[in-house]
């Protein structure tokens, strides 16, 4: 098994099937700031790592029109299928680390909220942002958010020490809870982790894969409580040429 590969987690455990009990629940003040920021409603939209909906649930609420969104979890597809099918919501199967360039259009914005480049392994990282750049259109949006490093910067930095790394630049953490249970298994080698970014990290990563103007917001020196700062979000561009 992968360690990087959270894909067993929400087919098969409790933490699939918290997912799933949050199918349609609200956002968090952070998500719909950013999610205003798309005011085009009419432009074709693509969330990654959909898990059961919740974010596209409410950019169609929202008003969106154009919205397809991918997992790579069967259990939740079908999920989200299920409990969003009064919607005309796209759902369709899908890893974004070898599915991205098969996709058969181009889209104007795509949306990355709920972590879902924290679960790729840092030998993913370059190549999946480079496949998303290349699936926006030219002038489109992409949104998403990041496990900030900084949050809980002493916690992290004694996991990354006693857990072993397979990249020099990108911490992966383990898992310290998995549904609502302590990861007892969060120190073998096998257990499945988390990429945590540094904000100036994942800037040079962005503008590596081709954005611009990236902006980051709910930073550590704006007035948040711990929690909120967990979580790093930014927008970036891909520009005219």
Same mark, same amino acid.
């Given at each position: 098994?992968?360690?990087?590969?959270?894909?067993?987690?929400?087919?098969?455990?409790? %933490?699939?099937? *918290?997912?799933?009990?949050?199918?349609?629940? &609200?956002?968090?003040?952070?998500?719909? #700031?950013? =999610?205003?920021? @798309?005011?085009?409603?009419a432009?074709?939209l693509i969330?990654l790592?959909?898990?059961?909906?919740?974010i596209a649930?409410?950019?169609h609420?929202?008003?969106?029109?154009?919205?397809?969104?991918?997992?790579?979890?069967?259990n939740?597809?079908?999920?989200?299928?299920?409990?969003?099918?009064?919607t005309?919501? %796209?759902?369709? *199967?899908?890893?974004?680390?070898?599915?991205? &360039?098969g996709?058969?259009?181009?889209? #104007?914005? =795509?949306?990355? @909220?709920q972590?879902?480049?924290c679960?790729?392994?840092?030998?993913?990282?370059?190549?999946?942002?480079?496949?998303?750049?290349?699936?926006?259109?030219?002038?489109?949006?992409?949104?998403?958010?990041?496990?900030?490093?900084?949050?809980r910067?002493?916690?992290?930095?004694?996991?990354?020490?006693?857990?072993?790394?397979?990249?020099?630049?990108?911490a992966?953490?383990?898992?310290?809870?998995?549904?609502?249970?302590?990861?007892?298994k969060?120190?073998?080698?096998m257990?499945p982790?988390?990429?945590?970014?540094?904000e100036q990290?994942l800037?040079?990563?962005?503008?590596?894969?081709?954005?611009?103007?990236?902006?980051?917001?709910?930073?550590?020196?704006?007035?948040?409580?711990?929690?909120?700062?967990?979580?790093?979000?930014?927008?970036?561009?891909?520009?005219?040429?």
């Amino acid at each position: 098994m992968d360690s990087y590969n959270n894909q067993h987690l929400y087919n098969n455990s409790a %933490e699939g099937l *918290k997912w799933k009990s949050r199918a349609k629940s &609200p956002l968090i003040r952070q998500e719909q #700031d950013i =999610i205003n920021l @798309l005011d085009n409603k009419a432009a074709s939209l693509i969330e990654l790592g959909t898990g059961a909906g919740r974010i596209a649930y409410h950019l169609h609420l929202a008003g969106h029109t154009d919205i397809t969104a991918v997992d790579y979890s069967d259990n939740l597809i079908e999920c989200a299928r299920d409990v969003h099918a009064d919607t005309p919501i %796209e759902f369709i *199967k899908g890893d974004i680390t070898t599915d991205l &360039p098969g996709l058969n259009k181009k889209y #104007d914005n =795509i949306v990355a @909220l709920q972590q879902v480049l924290c679960f790729l392994s840092p030998a993913d990282i370059k190549t999946a942002l480079a496949d998303i750049h290349n699936l926006l259109n030219t002038g489109g949006i992409l949104i998403g958010s990041v496990l900030n490093f900084n949050s809980r910067y002493l916690i992290n930095k004694f996991l990354q020490t006693i857990t072993p790394q397979e990249s020099n630049s990108i911490a992966t953490i383990p898992w310290m809870k998995i549904g609502s249970d302590f990861n007892w298994k969060m120190l073998s080698a096998m257990t499945p982790k988390n990429i945590w970014f540094f904000e100036q990290q994942l800037l040079s990563l962005l503008k590596e894969a081709g954005f611009k103007d990236v902006k980051f917001f709910n930073r550590l020196d704006e007035t948040n409580d711990d929690d909120e700062c967990k979580h790093l979000y930014f927008m970036a561009n891909k520009p005219e040429i």
